[in-house]
Nanobody
Framework: QAQLVESGGGLVQPGGSLRLSCAAS????????PGWFRQAPGKEREKVAA???????TYADSVKGRFSISEHDVDNIIYLQMDSLKPEDPAVYYC??????????????WGQGTQVTVSS
């Protein structure tokens, strides 16, 4: 069963940093267009950072200059480096990717989410 598993969330003070990881497993050969999303209580899920299908990176305006998405192609791990965290950043953070299991089995998968809390 193909899955994405996030880790790295937790409690951090304002101005602090966290690095989220998202590992693909379950027969995943490769991943395409991976991205990070977040959802705060009572709000819609929003895209935070993502690779496009042609390899470009996009960021939400609210995180530009503070967050950075990267990918370890060999191990199929996606990272989100979050610096200068603000009180408005807390949410459950999810990764999403199109995963390739075989030439005929390509699917979009979401991780289960990891909680990020920013508080002094």
């Amino acid at each position: 069963q193909a899955q994405l598993v996030e880790s790295g969330g937790g409690l951090v003070q304002p101005g602090g940093s966290l690095r989220l990881s998202c590992a693909a497993s379950g027969g995943v050969v490769s991943i395409n267009a991976p991205g990070w999303f977040r959802q705060a209580p009572g709000k819609e899920r929003e895209k935070v950072a993502a690779f496009t299908s042609d390899g470009r990176v996009t960021y939400a305006d609210s995180v530009k200059g503070r967050f950075s998405i990267s990918e370890h192609d060999v191990d199929n791990i996606i990272y989100l480096q979050m610096d200068s965290l603000k009180p408005e950043d807390p949410a459950v953070y999810y990764c999403r990717a199109t995963v390739v299991l075989s030439p005929t089995d390509i699917r979009t998968v979401w991780g289960q989410g990891t909680q990020v809390t920013v508080s002094s």
